[in-house]
């Protein structure tokens, strides 16, 4: 049995289908959580390791979600070597070394270096996978916009990174999770570095429509960005990050997804199709 953390999120619904009744899903919510039947679902708060004490049991592996597990990830991990769990696997990210003030995430509630750190030092089999930023953060940045017209406005044209398309972090993880000869640290990234104008241009083509970029100054960037909900300090990290990268692409391609999955990774036009219709408008 494998123990789940953050199995609501995307990530970990994801996850929770692949390994269906080899799951076991810690949530807050159980009766809600809206999980398949084969699925066993049991009540619990990763943020609070006592409360997964029965959950662990008979449990061969462990999966800690950097912000579902929060501070605690060490005092979790610690509670699994006791149970007589074998192997942890840890999501945290490719910046996980930079500065904690520098980790956008970090502002979200991601505790990636406390995860990372707790699979490292946990005495058991561990894995610590470091994906690179996620293609769906383009849906997040310009979703809205390419369902209102043809402009995209944003920060930073030329600001490169290799956009990683989120079936292939969920494809990592199961053989993490499953697979003995899958040990240590992954920086996990898409197959191809491209700029943010890139990634419209390719958005563009996918919808078979005339996208343009439109590059807007990082001051009025950030301050729209807080204006849309977003918290500061989350933005002034996301702005610091994009600043640090410009002279040189963040986080360039790995082969670690092909490494592991025995094929390549999925290119962003890859994922563009796949979430084609998340950038049409309704009706």
């Known amino acids: 049995m494998i123990v789940l953390t953050g199995a609501t999120g995307l990530v970990g619904r994801s996850l929770t289908a692949e390994l269906g009744g080899r799951a076991r899903v810690v949530t807050r919510t159980p009766r809600t959580a809206g999980f398949p039947s084969d699925v066993e679902v049991v009540e619990g708060d990763p943020s609070r390791p006592e409360t997964l004490a029965d959950a662990l049991r008979g449990a061969s592996a462990l999966f800690l979600h950097p912000r579902a597990v929060g501070a605690a990830a060490h005092d979790l991990v610690a509670l699994a070597r006791?149970?007589?769990?074998?192997?942890?696997?840890?999501?945290?990210?490719?910046?996980?070394?930079?500065?904690?003030?520098?980790?956008?995430?970090?502002f979200r509630g991601d505790r990636n270096k406390e995860a990372d750190d707790a699979a490292a030092t946990s005495g058991l089999e561990w894995v610590s996978l470091r994906p690179s930023s996620f293609a769906l953060n383009a849906l997040t940045a310009w979703g809205a916009q390419i369902r209102a017209g043809?402009?995209?406005?944003?920060?930073?044209?030329?600001?490169?990174?290799?956009?990683?398309?989120?079936?292939?972090?969920?494809?990592?993880?199961?053989?993490?999770?499953?697979?003995?000869?899958?040990?240590?640290?992954?920086?996990?990234?898409?197959?191809?570095?491209?700029?943010?104008?890139?990634?419209?241009?390719?958005?563009?083509?996918?919808?078979?429509r005339p996208l343009r970029f439109h590059e807007v100054p990082a001051e009025a960037a950030a301050r729209g960005m807080v204006a849309g909900g977003l918290p500061e300090p989350f933005v002034t990290a996301m702005m610091v990050r994009y600043a640090a990268h410009l002279a040189r692409p963040q986080f360039p391609p790995t082969a670690e997804v092909e490494k592991i999955l025995g094929r390549p990774a999925r290119t962003f036009a890859d994922w563009a199709a796949d979430h084609a219709a998340d950038f049409r408008a309704a009706g």
């Open 150 to 208: 043809d402009d995209v406005r944003y920060v930073h044209a030329g600001f490169e990174e290799s956009p990683l398309h989120e079936r292939d972090l969920v494809a990592v993880l199961v053989r993490a999770l499953v697979d003995d000869d899958v040990l240590g640290r992954f920086d996990l990234t898409g197959p191809e570095s491209l700029s943010h104008a890139e990634m419209v241009r390719v958005l563009g083509e996918v919808l078979g």
């Open 82 to 106: 006791e149970a007589g769990v074998r192997r942890v696997v840890a999501l945290s990210a490719a910046n996980v070394d930079d500065d904690l003030a520098a980790q956008p995430s970090r």
